[in-house]
């Protein structure tokens, strides 16, 4: 199972963060990327960096026959049609793309992508909606699925849906 995190607190070219996100749930549909399915949006508080605008947040499950390398260069490459410009790390952005798990595959830190995505397990904003859309789905490290994960958070700090 390959599961994409999808973000946005600022709006750009495609509109608010709802519309960008929106928009980008389509954009993984194309170019060697298959939606499968996405979550219902949420809308969380943002990470790391306070004092900025909520997130509107999802997440989608797609099929690909992209190596993650290249499925991580693909999503970059939306995220600068959306407007995304990376500069300050955790601040605003207009599109954020997380490949958030690729098949259960663990990759630590070199040339390509770290898998899992580091951090899945402590936020709520991911994990309730890889729960909607891949119950089964289970941390390839911990071996977790995304609701056990879940109980172990406070649930006041997660969001609200859309």
Same mark, same amino acid.
């Given at each position: 199972?390959i599961?994409?995190?999808l973000g946005? #607190?600022?709006s ?6 709802l519309?960008t996100v929106?928009?980008? *749930?389509?954009?993984? #549909?194309?170019?060697g990327i298959?939606l $499968?399915?996405a979550s219902?949006? *949420?809308v969380s ?7 900025q605008?909520?997130f509107? #947040?999802?997440v ?10 290249q499925?991580? &260069?693909?999503?970059?490459q939306?995220?600068r049609?959306?407007?995304r ?6 601040g605003?952005r207009?599109?954020?793309?997380d ?6 595959? @663990?990759? $630590?830190r070199?040339?390509?992508p *770290?898998l899992p995505?580091p951090g899945i397990?402590? $936020?709520i904003? *991911?994990?309730?909606? @890889?729960?909607?859309?891949?119950p089964?789905?289970r941390h390839?490290?911990g071996?977790q699925?995304?609701a ?8 006041? &700090?997660g969001?609200?849906?859309?």
């Amino acid at each position: 199972m390959i599961l994409i995190g999808l973000g946005s #607190n600022r709006s750009g070219p495609w509109g608010t963060p709802l519309q960008t996100v929106s928009r980008a *749930v389509l954009a993984l #549909n194309q170019a060697g990327i298959r939606l $499968r399915q996405a979550s219902r949006l *949420v809308v969380s508080a943002p990470f790391g960096r306070v004092g900025q605008p909520d997130f509107v #947040n999802a997440v989608a499950r797609v099929d690909t026959q992209l190596t993650p390398r290249q499925l991580l &260069s693909r999503l970059h490459q939306i995220e600068r049609r959306a407007g995304r410009r990376r500069t300050l790390r955790w601040g605003p952005r207009t599109l954020d793309l997380d490949l958030l798990d690729y098949h259960g595959l @663990i990759l $630590r830190r070199g040339s390509g992508p *770290v898998l899992p995505h580091p951090g899945i397990e402590s $936020r709520i904003f *991911v994990l309730a909606p @890889i729960a909607e859309i891949a119950p089964l789905w289970r941390h390839p490290e911990g071996r977790q699925t995304a609701a056990m994960l879940l109980r172990r958070l406070d649930p006041a &700090s997660g969001g609200r849906l859309l």
